[in-house]
């Protein structure tokens, strides 16, 4: 479980490229989303406040449009992460969208490979402060290196203090411009460690999640049992 609590690849020793990020503050577990976690991340989304979904998306969508977008998420051609809670509510989701170089000018000069991967995050008001939105990161990043892509790329607002501390924790170049600005990091290749502490994670998190679904499904029978007084 060590991995999962410091993994190796954001070590400033093992990689001096890559400054360390902050460690949160307790096991988070981050999960690779389905399909099937369609409408747990519209309850996400959609419990995300006015100030929270322009930092998110850049501007305050409506109820309908973060409907619309959730539909169309592609979980076969991008990546989506999250964290849950006990409840299976999502505390906190990533999103790495693939993309060719060429479609963002400002990396045509910043990396030689045909893709670059652009990443967005979002935590719920509760899970502030535990580290969700940095796990959320690593995870990204790890994925990134072993996806043989070198350059995670953020596009956010100035405003965004959350992101702007994640990215320069994680040692992001970043760019301002007219309010918002462009982040992005260079990340070393992969290597068996990189591989492994991913496969870990995934594997652990898949475990938690499994163990959170069957005590709630053992709680849901027990209140069901005949005669149980109801609360």
């Known amino acids: 479980m060590a991995a999962i609590d410091s993994p190796p690849e954001f070590s400033g020793k093992q990689h001096p490229e890559l400054s360390p990020v902050t460690t949160p503050k307790a096991n988070i577990f981050v999960k690779e989303l389905s399909r099937r976690a369609r409408k747990r991340l519209l309850v996400h989304f959609l419990a995300l406040d006015e100030r929270d979904r322009l930092l998110r998306f850049g501007t305050k969508l409506s109820d ?28 906190g989701v ?36 535990m580290g969700v939105g940095t796990r959320l990161f690593q995870r990204a990043a790890i994925h990134c290196r072993n996806a043989d892509i070198d350059t995670l790329y953020m596009h956010c607002l100035s405003s965004n203090k959350v992101m702007m501390h994640i990215a320069k924790k994680a040692g992001m170049t970043i760019h301002r411009d007219y309010g918002e ?28 999640y499994t163990l959170k679904a069957n005590v709630r499904a053992a709680l849901k029978w027990f209140n069901n049992l005949p005669g149980k007084k109801r609360h």
């Open 181 to 208: 600005a462009d982040a992005y990091l260079k990340l070393p290749p992969a290597n068996p460690a990189s591989v492994i502490a991913e496969a870990m994670q995934e594997q652990a998190a898949t475990l938690d």
């Open 64 to 91: 309908e449009l973060i409907q619309r977008y959730v539909e169309n998420l592609d979980f076969s051609r991008d990546k989506i992460f999250g964290v849950y809670d006990r409840k299976l509510r999502l505390l």
């Open 94 to 129: 990533g999103h790495l969208a693939f993309a060719p170089r060429d479609t963002v000018p400002n990396m045509k000069a910043v990396t030689t490979k045909e893709r670059i991967a652009e990443y967005g995050v979002s935590v719920s008001s509760a899970a502030r402060g």
